[in-house]
């Protein structure tokens, strides 16, 4: 019969259970007494000068205490972690899977444990870490250490190592940008103001400030938006937001302030199908028509762009005579359709989109907005000619 501990060590005994199924235990990896005493004692050992530190019944025990009183059959283990931060949870095996443990029935598997933690599954583990990794404005450092945080979180079944060797490229040597947001989280939940230098890269590629900076500014939101982070930040003077890159900031400082809180009612996602590519201004109904070959998914850029909460619907024969001189059944023919795309947003980043996508979309109106792409378009024809 195995010795039992002594009473000065056993107030440890949960916490080197707790240890051994947490780093080594999953719904599809419970572990048995036996494996979880084999695994305290090669893991503890080394406090015991007889290299025993638990014996199977102390194991035992513990578990079945704990699986009775505080982690119950039946208990939700999502309810159980947001209450306790994890859950200790007691199955059988039946066939090729693991069942809720039931009670003693003719034949029935012994019992096996796992610990529960909300950790990230595999899909979102590899989606994480690349949207990390490929984003360069992230030091080397930054990588490392971010990746190395988000392994910890990953399910006992992922290989270790096999996707978190980062490749090496050229990153920022000194990014602040963490730092900064961690800034900005504090200087926006006290709801103060922020004295911030803003800067833009010279032919150097060094980042120097912009003309008028530094400048004390109202930030109201973080918002990351075509792959980048951006700080959203009121502008008194013409009562109304501006967008501004995190990793163009090389200095914030806190300044008090006494204010009403703005960001009542401000809606992100809104605010982002609103300002495509991220420019700042006010929003107005745009009017574009875009041509869909079937091959150039064309609508893919739109909801991007846009939201899907865009209206579109089929151009008419009178708006595509008028503005592009066929009908519909003249485009048919050719296997090209032609939409109306109706949205709220601000011009300036639809205008860049426009200009980008010329060959695809034409601007309806705004009339002003429309002739500055037509010059900006004849402006670039310019050059190549």
């Known amino acids: ?62 578990l079945e205490e704990l699986t009775d009183k505080i ?33 003693p029935e003719e034949g029935q598997a012994p019992k096996q444990y796992y610990y529960y933690e909300g950790s990230l599954k595999t899909p979102e583990l590899l989606l994480l870490k690349d949207a990390v990794e490929t984003y360069s404005y992230f030091s080397e450092e930054d990588i490392t250490d971010i990746i190395g945080k988000l392994v910890r979180f990953r399910p006992r079944s992922f290989p270790k190592g096999k996707y978190f060797d980062h490749a090496r490229e050229e990153r920022e040597e000194d990014s602040r940008l963490l730092v900064n947001i961690e800034e900005l989280i504090r200087i926006i939940r006290n709801r103060n103001l922020a004295e911030v230098t803003y800067c833009c890269y010279n032919w150097k590629k060094k980042l120097v400030p912009r003309k008028g900076y530094p400048k004390i500014l109202d930030p109201l939101y973080m918002m990351w938006s075509n792959g980048y982070y951006y700080l959203l930040v009121y502008h008194k003077k013409y009562d109304s937001i501006v967008n501004m890159r995190i990793d163009r900031i090389t200095d914030i400082r806190e300044v008090e302030t006494d204010r009403s809180d703005r960001r009542g009612g401000f809606n992100p996602v809104q605010y982002r199908h609103e300002h495509p590519v991220m420019f700042g201004g006010e929003k107005e109904k745009i009017v574009v028509l875009c041509r869909d070959t079937g091959k150039n998914y064309i609508m893919n850029t739109v909801i991007d762009v846009f939201g ?26 050719q296997g090209i359709t032609w ?43 310019e050059y190549y000619s």
């Open 1 to 62: 019969m195995e010795k039992r501990n002594k009473p000065e060590s056993s107030r440890l005994n949960l916490f080197y259970i707790l240890q051994v199924l947490s780093s080594a235990s999953d719904d599809e990896h419970p572990l048995s007494v036996s494996q979880i005493r084999d695994m305290v004692n090669q893991e503890f050992g080394y406090l015991s000068s007889g290299g025993s530190v638990v014996s199977y019944d102390t194991v035992k025990r513990t």
């Open 71 to 103: 982690f119950p059959q039946g208990m939700d283990p999502d309810e159980a972690e947001a209450r306790y931060g994890y859950s200790v949870i007691c199955v059988m095996k039946k066939g090729n899977r693991f069942i809720p443990y039931r009670m």
């Open 308 to 333: 899907k909460h865009v209206k579109i619907t089929p151009a008419g024969d009178e708006l595509l005579e008028r503005y592009l001189h066929h009908d519909r059944g003249y485009y048919q023919a």
């Open 339 to 381: 939409y109306k795309v109706v949205a709220e947003a601000a011009v300036g980043g639809v205008e860049l989109w426009a200009t980008q996508y010329c060959s695809d979309c034409q601007i309806l109106s705004p009339k002003k907005c429309r002739e500055r792409v037509k010059n900006r378009i004849a402006m670039g024809m």
